[in-house]
């Protein structure tokens, strides 16, 4: 087995003696360095007058260049074919390599195999909405933003985080329990909760018992729309209808009752374009909250409730007030993603 190589330093202190007339055998007992080692380094710096590593070339492709661009050219234009039928497609014009050798190929060329992320199907009806949407808001001032009071539902299951967790373990040791995510079937049970949030922090969070209805989700916005909004301090002495209030467009939102309640109390409610996720910042913190509530380790619905309201509690107002200031940059990348899918 090759040792780890000489330093470049080392190497020239060997051209340096040899210049001021030592021979090999001196050098190697004056460093401790074999002679052979000697012999080939000087060797090297007589012919390349170079002490440093020369080009190796290796050993030769397998693949033709033609046989490389094509390799790359198809994983370029359909993303999800696999290894296995990228070695058969060499295979058929008589280049037959294993799937590594495919791998390297395409990571030269800064293509990796990567989990594909999960978005909402968007029609191009939805693209267009979305894509008016943030056309017609990009130019609206920062303050516009921070009396947005953003809101949402989110189902959140006991043993639901699907999240991929990396461990350090040693060979045949991938069954031992301490190596093992704990699962059960169906999540183990669940809730459902509604919240807001603006960017001077988090506000009420409500689990919904059983289905979400019309006059169940009106409750909901009479015991907690407008307290939210009294503690964020959206508005001027208690005069709320100076917030906006956002919401999506399922049907028990955008029911004639419920806009009836926000004519009624004074509220003004945001425009919003269907299948949007990515335009609305609570999904981050949804995101979040999964996270740290499946840290806790809750064992049953009740701890499960608990947690998440402590935890939505420990949002910092710093991290609400970032997902708002950046906003324009959410609307930015909708712009450029022409109403599609972004990184948020």
């Keep these: 087995m090759k040792n780890k190589e000489h330093t470049r330093q080392v190497r020239n202190t060997f051209v340096k003696k040899f210049k001021a007339g030592f021979g090999y055998k001196n050098i190697s007992q004056a460093l401790n360095i074999p002679r052979s080692t000697v012999q080939a380094i000087i060797l090297k710096w007589k012919e390349y007058q170079t002490t440093a590593n020369l080009p190796r070339p290796g050993r030769p492709s397998k693949l033709s260049a033609h046989t490389r661009r094509r390799l790359i050219r198809d994983a370029a234009k359909r993303p999800m074919i696999t290894l296995d039928e990228l070695q058969r497609s060499t295979a058929e014009v008589g280049d037959s390599v294993h799937r590594t050798t495919i791998s390297c190929i395409l990571h030269k060329s800064g293509l990796y195999g990567r989990v594909a992320r999960r978005k909402p199907f968007l029609k191009d009806i939805h693209k267009k909405c979305c894509l008016k949407f943030a056309t017609s808001h990009l130019g609206d001032t920062p303050n516009m933003w921070k ?137 981050n913190l949804w995101k979040e909250l999964k996270t ?42 909708v712009i450029a993603a022409k109403g599609g899918a972004t990184k948020y």
């Excluded at 806790?296 to 619905?301: A, F, H, I």
């Excluded at 009740?302 to 710093?318: G, H, M």
Aim: aromatic share 10%; with cysteine; hydrophobic share 35%.
């Design 292 to 333: 740290a509530v499946h840290k806790c380790s809750p064992s049953n619905l009740t701890e499960l409730e608990l947690f998440c309201k402590e935890e939505w509690e420990k949002i910092s107002v710093s991290r609400c007030s970032k997902l708002i200031e950046t906003y324009p940059k959410r609307l930015t990348a």
């Design 147 to 283: 009396k947005v009071l953003w809101s949402d539902e989110t189902k959140i299951e006991l043993f639901g985080n699907s999240a991929k967790r990396y461990v350090w373990r040693k060979s045949n040791t991938a069954h031992h329990p301490e190596h093992t995510i704990s699962t059960v079937k169906h999540g183990g049970g669940s809730i459902m909760v509604w919240a807001c949030f603006s960017s001077a922090g988090t506000g009420k969070m409500v689990k919904i018992d059983g289905k979400m209805d019309g006059d169940k989700y009106r409750t909901i916005l009479e015991e907690n729309l407008m307290e939210s909004a009294k503690d964020l301090r959206l508005g001027r002495r208690f005069v709320f209808q100076q917030f906006v209030f956002q919401q999506d467009n399922d049907p028990k939102h955008k029911a004639k009752s419920t806009m009836e309640w926000f004519k009624n109390k004074h509220i003004q409610v945001l425009e919003w374009p269907s299948q949007s996720p990515d335009l609305n910042p609570i999904e």
